[in-house]
């Protein structure tokens, strides 16, 4: 069974909706990221969250939300989608180890029409 | 400000080897990684270097770390068809625990 699991795999909706991207993980890890990606962008930060109640923005965090329900849970939410939000989303683990490797989610395929 | 930069495309023959390149600007760098993306996956990592080395081997990967030029390379000995995919260059700084991608170089094999 996959460590970082991703929900839905892929997602077509229409400009002004709520979506909910969900992120479980059975790693026990502390902290849990959310990344863009898009072509010749690379992954960008959203959010991320280092415990239960640490939240943090990244460096393009306008636009969406997230909620870190339990150690093992935590969401993406798009309040009100927009076409330029299309892109490949991850999930993204890690423990305290010092070299700070990060375990990522098979991503969410996000399409905006 | 941190940048980390790859060129986006790098095709090799198979068996010849690949170099994967990659610059970052800011020399407080900790850790430096190199994740690899196949098709329809997330990232797993490679390999990763301490700050403090010059070269890092396993098995057919070979990371060269050039602290004074900032300069960083991933070489791929006897490049096969499964090696085909989009390669990450990352960095960590000791005053934070994110990472900071590069945008990815898109490796493919040629016969």
């Known amino acids: 069974d996959a460590d970082v699991t991703q929900t839905p795999r892929n997602r077509i909706t229409k400009t002004g909706k709520r979506i909910m991207l969900e992120c479980s993980q059975t790693k026990g890890h502390d902290r849990m990221y959310w990344y863009r990606q898009d072509p010749g962008l690379g992954l960008r930060l959203i959010y991320y969250s280092f415990d239960v109640k640490d939240i943090n923005k990244g460096e393009i965090s306008d636009g969406y939300s997230v909620s870190r329900q339990a150690q093992a849970k935590f969401s993406l939410s798009l309040e009100s989608a927009i076409p330029n939000q299309t892109a490949l989303y991850f999930c993204a683990t890690s423990d305290r180890s010092s070299y700070n490797e990060q375990f990522f989610g098979p991503g969410t395929r996000l399409t905006v029409l | 400000g941190e940048d980390v930069e790859q060129s986006l495309f790098l095709s090799v023959r198979e068996g010849d080897s690949s170099v994967i390149n990659c610059t970052y600007t800011d020399s407080s760098s900790t850790y430096l990684y190199w994740y690899k993306q196949e098709p329809g996956a997330g990232l797993q990592l490679l390999t990763y270097?301490?700050?403090?080395?010059d070269m890092k081997q396993d098995q057919r990967l070979t990371v060269l770390l050039n602290k004074k030029d900032k300069h960083l390379s991933l070489r791929i000995a006897d490049t096969q068809t499964g090696d085909s995919a989009i390669y990450f260059c990352?960095?960590?700084?000791?005053?934070?625990?994110?990472?900071?991608f590069g945008s990815g170089t898109r490796l493919s094999i040629r016969p």
């Open positions: 270097i301490f700050s403090n080395m």
């Open positions: 990352a960095v960590t700084y000791s005053s934070a625990s994110k990472i900071i």
